[in-house]
Structure formats: C-alpha cells, structure tokens
C-alpha cells in the first residue's frame, strides 16, 4: 500500500519540477536577453490568449517563431553556446525550475494513490445512462465499481461499444474525461480509491489545499 504521507514529505523536500526547454523544430537560435535567474511568466488570460515569456526565437526558412515559457518559474540555465547557431529539433536550449502549486501537488498524489483506468483507443467516452445519471446527481465518488462492470460507452467513427471496468473494487475519486471530449490512447479515464485509502487521502488532500504554500 502506498505511504501517501511520506509521498508528500518527498514532494515537501523537492517542491518543484524542472523542466526541459527544446527546440519544436530545426533553425536557426536566437536568445531573448532572458538570463539564468530570471523568472518567467507561463501562459495567461481569460482565453489563455497571452503566450508565456520570450525565450528565444528560431527561424527555419526565413520563418521566424517564438520560444515561450510554458510554465512559470525560474530558469536554471540557458545554453547560449547554441546562439545564432543551427540547431535540431528536440534541442534543449534551457532549464526553467517549476515550483508545484498545490494543485499541482495533489495530482501527484492522487496519480499515485489511485487506480487509474485508462483509455484502450483514441476516442469519445462516457458513462452508461445509469451511472452517468448518479454522476450527475450525487457525484463520481457515490459510484462504487468492480472489476467487470460495465461502466463505459466508447464512441469512434459513429460506432458506440460497451467498455468494461478492469480493475480493483472502489469508488470513482476522479474524472479525467469530459463530455464530448477525444481522449488519446493510454489516458486516464478515472482514478478509484479502494475503501481503505479514502479517509488517508482526503486527509492528505485537505492538508495541502489548507497548507501548501507555493514558491515564487
């Protein structure tokens, strides 16, 4: 059984991801005057319309594209050996150090804690008609499941099949799918949480909605 605890005084130790920044395609590299140091915006707006901080711009063909931060943080380092160089695609031209929100906190914990059911094929899913009502009415995690249920309608190219639940008997803690929504192969669909693990984990889930702190 998984020590959520001590999963969350490792996260506590090293409160961040650091994050590979690379080239989308080959060109040519120009740095913005980002340093090592310097902290970045990620992406923002009502829409999301406003693109994170310039990091650099690559420029293929005559075709010049921006470089932004995808997250915020800090940069860890900046490979400005590779300016005004040619570069391949997939280059790591920095590091940016992701400090978690505790949101982000826990969604590690629960990717840990859960059993996750993911998609078999790249398509539409939803519930049955009945336990798609319970969902609506009182909530997921009112559904308990079993391994064989048939809890799921796959929808691909105007053909609707049954999907069965493979997994350990608990009840449905997250959703990862929303209506009308293509999930990718090996995604997950839901998270359950065996009998034994809910109280420790709303536990831990309380704890760091309350206490998280987030760095800058």
Not at 64 to 89: D, S
Not at 180 to 190: A, H, K, S
Request: hydrophobic share 35%; glycine share 6%.
């Amino acid at each position: 059984m998984l020590d959520i605890t001590a999963l969350l005084d490792e996260i506590k130790q090293h409160p961040y991801l650091d994050v590979s920044i690379k080239t989308p395609h080959t060109g040519i590299i120009e740095f913005t005057d980002i340093e090592e140091g310097n902290k970045v915006k990620d992406v923002s707006g009502e829409f999301k319309e406003i693109p994170g901080t310039k990091i650099a711009v690559i420029t293929r063909e005559n075709n010049p594209r921006f470089i932004h931060a995808a997250q915020k943080g800090i940069i860890q380092k900046m490979h400005k050996e590779y300016n005004k160089q040619f570069v391949e695609a997939g280059t790591e031209i920095g590091i940016l150090r992701h400090f978690l929100s505790k949101e982000e906190v826990i969604e590690i914990i629960l990717q840990k804690a859960l059993h996750l059911f993911y998609a078999p094929e790249r398509a539409k899913y939803y519930f049955t008609p009945e336990i798609d009502k319970k969902v609506k009415i009182s909530g997921s995690q009112t559904v308990t499941v079993t391994n064989g249920m048939e809890l799921f309608i796959v929808s691909r190219m105007k053909r609707e099949v049954p999907l069965l639940y493979t997994g350990p008997e608990g009840i449905i803690y997250q959703v990862y799918f929303k209506h009308n929504q293509n999930i990718d192969i090996n995604q997950p669909l839901i998270g359950v949480c065996s009998p034994d693990q809910l109280q420790t984990i709303e536990d831990v889930v309380s704890h760091v909605n309350h206490e998280w702190i987030e760095q800058h």
